[in-house]
């Protein structure tokens, strides 16, 4: 019974971060397809802040337009799926901006911003980005 018990857990823990991989791939060749850049954001189910800033910035239309134009974005919540070993998380919400060619971090920003300031350092970091990255230049 134990053996089972443990199988059946390498099983949905494996598929879980299998299907988190295949998420964060999936994301990275969209950007690359659309000359965009990754934007990776990771909540915590309890987080006042996260809740904060899913309303006062992720469910605003006009913001998340604006990102969309220059960003695809993946978000997860701690706890309830695996955070990908390149990054490392300590205070909730976090958000990495993540190059789509090589998953590197470019930059990342914890805990919470209101939507003006976060899109000022996303548009900021998108021009300085597409000066120098290939993905930019047709």
């Known amino acids: 019974m134990k053996r089972l ?9 494996s598929s879980n971060l299998f299907g988190l ?3 964060v791939k999936r994301a990275s060749q969209k950007a690359l397809k659309e000359k965009k850049l990754v934007l990776f954001t990771v909540e915590s189910e309890n987080c ?9 910035v992720f ?11 220059q960003y695809v974005r993946v978000k997860i919540m701690a706890g309830s799926e695996p955070i990908p070993s390149f990054l490392t998380v300590q205070y909730f919400p976090t958000n990495f901006v993540l190059d789509p060619e090589s998953l590197k971090i470019i930059d990342e920003y914890p805990g919470y911003m209101r939507a003006k300031d976060f899109i000022e350092i996303l548009d900021e970091i998108y021009k300085q980005e ?9």
Do not use: A
């Not at 018990?5 to 823990?13: A, D, E, G, N, R």
């Open 130 to 138: 597409s000066k120098q990255t290939s993905f930019h230049k047709s």
């Open 21 to 23: 991989d295949l998420e």
């Open 5 to 13: 018990f443990l199988s059946l857990m390498v099983v949905l823990i």
């Open 59 to 69: 469910t605003v239309k006009t913001v998340m337009n604006k990102i969309n134009k």
């Open 48 to 56: 006042s802040y996260c809740k904060k800033m899913e309303k006062d």
